[in-house]
């Protein structure tokens, strides 16, 4: 079945470095997704991406739409305590109905010690 | 302007039993999507209502069905309930026009099955 890949798996870095993680896919896809979410809640939307090449900022926060249409990039800058996370990348699976259908990765725990 | 909300926030039911979750979008929207996250993994789709159908639907058993009412608002119901079922159910309000894909998280049902 469809997979999305992210690496790394978890990150441990101190407050004020900056992080960079991606995602990778053997399928292509036509939006990526990028979402935190903090232990007992629910994901929430960071960014997201429409168009290969594709560079879109959210504060901190910059996420880039590969130009092969296979993988995404999300990098913060000067990371805080409070970026601790899990980050995950999701994406409908390109063609078809797949609207709403999105698959996840299995996510980037981010910790930030101070 | 109230996000996704999900009812109850947690739930202890016996194996066998069965388990109705409920689920308000966001305003505005008119599609609900359900997944399944279970502990160190990524959301898995279940299934997606829109005009009170299921449109489109997971790698899951036909113990797991929905309903979606005139007012976009939704269920999730798991019948004979396994042990496996323990997870958080995640539901996910969109847009059927536009940009549909900018899927909005609740903060989930935490269901431990016992």
């Known amino acids: 079945g469809q997979q999305l890949n992210q690496s790394p798996q978890s990150m441990f870095i101190q407050e004020g470095e900056d992080v960079s993680m991606n995602c990778t896919s053997s399928?292509?896809?036509?939006?990526w997704l990028w979402y935190k979410q903090d232990p007992g809640e629910g994901p929430v939307l960071l960014i997201a991406?429409?168009?290969?090449?594709e560079l879109t900022s959210n504060g901190r926060l910059t996420a880039q739409f590969g130009i092969t249409r296979k993988d995404s990039f999300l990098n913060i800058s000067a990371s805080i305590p409070s970026d601790v996370g899990i980050y995950f990348c999701?994406?409908?699976?390109?063609?078809?109905?797949?609207?709403?259908?999105?698959?996840f990765g299995q996510g980037t725990i981010l910790t930030v010690h101070p | 302007d109230a996000g996704v909300t999900q009812s109850p926030t947690h739930l202890i039911k016996t194996r066998g039993q069965q388990v109705t979750l409920r689920c308000s979008p966001k305003?505005?929207?008119?599609?609900v999507s359900w997944y399944q996250q279970a502990l160190g993994q990524g959301p898995q789709f279940i299934f997606q209502?829109?005009?009170?159908?299921?449109?489109q639907r997971g790698n899951f058993p036909d113990r797991f069905s929905g309903h979606q009412f005139p007012n976009y608002s939704s269920e999730l119901n798991v019948n004979a309930l396994l042990l496996g079922d323990s997870a958080l159910y995640l539901c996910?309000?969109?847009?059927?026009?536009?940009?549909?894909?900018?899927?909005?998280f609740g903060q989930g049902t935490r269901l431990t099955v016992v």
């Open positions: 991406l429409y168009k290969a090449g």
């Open positions: 305003s505005g929207h008119d599609t």
């Open positions: 209502y829109y005009e009170e159908e299921e449109r």
């Open positions: 999701a994406g409908p699976r390109a063609g078809g109905t797949s609207y709403g259908k999105l698959t």
């Open positions: 996910a309000s969109s847009l059927a026009r536009g940009r549909s894909t900018e899927a909005f």
């Open positions: 399928s292509i896809f036509n939006t």
